[in-house]
């Protein structure tokens, strides 16, 4: 299946967007958009900034007349853009629903963001616990900012995703949100170039929108998902390779297939009536998703009581955990003689992370001189960037067999 991304295009010539999947023979995946009646783990972000608190955000209750009337205006606007306590999240089945009443949408691999844009403007990005995240995409608020006037008091909910003109890259995303604000052009990829494009073979980030919950005034939070979308879609209707509304699909299973067979992470199935309900008190949304399979490198061992517990992993140069699952006893011992030959104690080497992890400040670990190649497979990569339940599938030459 080749994916055809129409009307939106990368500087660079990539294309990052919006509405079709095509099969190669033409058929299949049309892009066609679920219409309403009348016409889904769990990644948790990596929050910072706390200084953000919607806990003193002004009830809807509170009366704008009570208040100087500049002041009383935004305290009644920000009662009516509420921000949700969490956000609506799938919850994970193997199985995808099926029914005239599911549609399917792609599962992007990036970080959830809710956007609120206040009446004057105002730009404002929270995390999925709500935590204020504007100055870690600044790129994204500028580019809401400068459609600000034309979209109106608004409460969007969507994903931020490195997009490399193929598919999302979520270590890229996670280096982002690890800046914590500071230093943002020393993590940038090779085609960040900080001004708001995603120019040049290194992608950029984008924001994928898939949800209204306000508009203008009116909360929309109870109202069919149908009708959501389709008003989300009639919002953002003018193409922009930075921002723009994910697809929705009639066909799960012909979906996933392109999924499968294009490495991307997953198909979210939605009920068309559904209503926004926070978290997963719902049976309304799920998400089914692929294995993840790295190409990983191999730069420290974990010793416990002289043997070799487990293997360190670093992917793109970022710590990815530690995994054990798959390493033979055959193995371990082929690794405890060729790294320490007779039990010998080894020349300490520096631990090749910008900090130590966490979880290995109480380990011993031996760094290696040489790092070596390993293909793993597992459930996930968190938030933290750590790989979920990795297993070791095999060992790899210098360069990578795919």
């Not at 792609?106 to 616990?129: M, N, P």
């Not at 992993?313 to 690794?335: D, H, I």
Request: net charge negative; aromatic share 8%; proline share 6%.
């Amino acid at each position: 299946m080749e994916q055809a991304w129409h009307d939106s295009q990368l500087d660079g010539g990539e294309s990052v967007d919006s509405s079709a999947l095509i099969l190669a023979d033409g058929s299949g995946l049309s892009g066609s958009v679920v219409q309403p009646v009348d016409e889904v783990q769990a990644r948790t972000d990596n929050d910072i900034h706390p200084q953000s608190n919607p806990a003193a955000m002004p009830s809807i209750g509170t009366k704008p007349a009570d208040l100087p009337r500049e002041q009383g205006l935004r305290r009644h606007e920000a009662a009516l853009l509420e921000l949700p306590a969490e956000p609506m999240a799938p919850i994970y089945d193997e199985r995808l629903p099926k029914g005239d009443e599911w549609c399917y949408q792609l599962k992007w691999d990036g970080v959830r963001i809710l956007t609120r844009i206040h009446e004057d403007g105002e730009v404002e990005l929270y995390s999925r616990s709500m935590f204020l995240k504007n100055a870690i995409y600044p790129e994204i608020v500028r580019v809401l900012q400068q459609r600000a006037k034309s979209l109106g008091p608004c409460l969007l909910d969507g994903e931020v995703v490195w997009w490399n003109g193929i598919r999302p890259n979520f270590q890229q995303v996670l280096k982002r949100e690890r800046s914590r604000g500071s230093s943002i052009a020393s993590i940038k990829g090779d085609g960040d170039s900080g001004s708001g494009s995603t120019t040049g073979s290194g992608g950029g980030l984008v924001y994928v929108l898939f949800d209204l919950l306000a508009d203008r005034g009116t909360d929309l939070r109870q109202q069919p998902y149908s009708e959501r979308y389709r008003m989300l879609s009639e919002k953002f209707g003018e193409k922009d390779p930075q921002l723009f509304v994910t697809d929705m699909f009639q066909d799960g299973d012909a979906l996933w297939e392109w999924v499968e067979s294009n490495q991307w992470e997953g198909v979210v199935s939605k009920r068309l009536s559904s209503s926004y309900i926070e978290g997963k008190k719902h049976r309304d949304w799920y998400k089914k998703k692929t294995a993840v399979l790295l190409d990983v490198d191999i730069v420290g061992l974990k010793w416990r009581s002289g043997m070799i517990a487990s293997l360190v992993m670093a992917y793109e140069g970022s710590y990815l955990g530690s995994v054990s699952s798959g390493l033979s006893e055959p193995l371990r011992k082929v690794l405890m003689s060729t790294f320490r030959p007779g039990g010998n104690p080894v020349p300490a080497l520096p631990c090749p992370f910008p900090g130590m992890p966490d979880d290995l400040k109480r380990e011993e670990v031996q760094w290696l001189h040489l790092p070596f190649r390993c293909r793993v497979t597992g459930l996930e990569v968190t938030s933290a960037g750590q790989l979920r339940h990795p297993k070791l599938v095999t060992f790899l030459p210098k360069d990578s067999l795919s």
